[in-house]
């Protein structure tokens, strides 16, 4: 007999946008701190979302980052793979998807203690890579990537069935309020902002680049802005960046010269693996969203 | 017997991006400091190229000045005029050019003496209006303004023939590090990048949605990014902005729920009054450059 499971979370069905209250915790956590996290640290987490954490990686380490980048970048036969996003008027290599299964390093990092410490006692299980990229906005044309969570699109076009995983993210470059850093609304993340509107096939190819499907509509942006605000992450190369996979978050363009490099991968609790989309689409490739 | 003016600041003829030096005072004035200017915002305005003092308008004040702009914005004869300039995708009024001669209220504020006590103290002379314009960057899709200096602009486009103006914006909004905010580059106002290119006639009309021409080139950015570095025009409604005609500025996106919405005109000294353009092209209409 099939389990079917009611989906707690619908979108993209109504004509109107509906907010439902998150029916998951924020923290999973059975204590109140450990060797990497303090009780304030947990707290803070909980009520706004996220976390943001300098000095976690060496200058050592960010540099052995960035030239890997770059020497993946450089690989022709790699760069004309799907996991290789360019900008949509440039060409520049924007992001590279699944960089973990191209490179020891990044492999290794997503198993990095100082990372896994801390989610994995956060959502308080064993953790998985359901996705990662390197996002790499270049200077003087970053586009900017529109207001969304991560949740609905996993959601509804992933099947991740419950919100129980972390977004990581490793600054590679500064990342200053003026470079098209990472914007987050702090406490948005415990209301699910259900969004208007169908979702076609393979729309995927078209969103990486530039997001049209799984939009909040402007009232609600305009209402979770006036409630929580925005928090520009703003820190040095070598931070950490924890954020809930429901958290509200976006990003400006970037015409400044200094370019914006982060590595980013999220880690799913092994008891959220990835069931049927729940838009009723099929499921999008592995470099977006492992199924194995 | 015709008065032929030395070109001192050539600009869009070259191959290759060339920098001279400027050869106009940033401050013209012979005092030290006035009744509206302390010595230190005098020695700053110099060093950095721009001042930005908060709370010289009142909160009533900076109401009448938004209500205004909404009555002017929803006059249908006016709106389809020139002067008014709408967003690439969306129509949305981004500018209003001439408010000033629209609108007695901001003909009032241009010759605001919180205004013309500082500008004509630092240039030494009675000014006038060169150009006025009410810049409102919507939220959710409001675009960047790619990094320019307005001298070059007015220099080659409508014939300013020296450095002796000075840019006046009176915020009407927040002004955050988020929502597509002035950016400078304290300093670069003592070099002059004269662009690579040339110019077509009537470009304009394009460029004030989007710059294309007397764009620097990315190499001269990347320099004068790494002397000077990038400030971020904070701050709350009601604030004065003062900065000199040859600073390099720009904005990024705005996809914040927070519109941003700034009165700026220029004063210019009446010694600089506009010849001839530069550039040889015809020269633009009275709302993007008085000529009277």
Redesign the interface.
């Known amino acids: 007999m099939e389990m079917v499971l009611e989906d707690l979370y619908p979108s993209r069905v109504e004509q109107r946008p509906v907010w439902l209250d998150r029916e998951d915790p924020v923290v999973y956590a059975t204590e109140t701190s450990n060797e990497f996290l303090t009780e304030q640290q947990v707290k803070d987490f909980d009520k706004n979302g996220f976390l943001i954490i300098p000095d976690v990686f060496s200058k050592e380490e960010v540099e052995a980052y960035n030239n890997e980048f770059e020497r993946l970048a450089s690989i022709p036969e790699l760069v004309q793979k799907e996991e290789f996003i360019k900008e949509p008027e440039s060409q520049i290599v924007r992001s590279i998807f699944a960089p973990h299964k191209l490179s020891e390093l990044y492999q290794k990092l997503t198993n990095d203690p100082r990372i896994k410490g801390r989610v994995n006692f956060l959502l308080d299980d064993e953790t998985y890579v359901h996705q990662a990229r390197i996002n790499a906005k270049p ?2 044309n970053g586009k ?1 990537f ?2 969304h969570s991560d949740f609905e699109t996993w959601h509804i076009e992933d099947g991740m069935p419950r919100m129980r995983a972390i977004s990581c993210l490793v600054t590679m470059t500064e990342n ?3 470079n ?1 850093s990472l ?1 987050l609304m702090p406490g948005s993340h415990k209301k699910y902002v259900a969004c208007v509107g169908q979702t076609p096939d393979d729309h995927y190819k078209e969103s990486l680049r530039k997001q049209e499907y799984g939009v909040p509509d ?1 009232e609600s ?2 209402t979770m ?2 409630r929580h605000g ?1 928090t ?1 992450a703003e820190c040095p190369p070598g931070s950490l960046i924890l954020f809930d996979c429901n958290v509200m978050h ?9 370019a914006r490099r982060n590595i980013f991968f999220v880690l799913n609790s092994v008891k959220n693996r990835l069931v049927e989309p729940f838009g009723g689409m099929k499921p999008r490739p592995d470099f977006i969203a492992e199924r194995g």
Request: net charge negative; hydrophobic share 30%.
């Open positions: 200077g003087f900017e529109y207001w200053k309020s003026y098209g914007m402007q942006l305009e802005y006036n925005i520009v976006g990003s400006n363009s970037n015409i400044t010269p200094l």
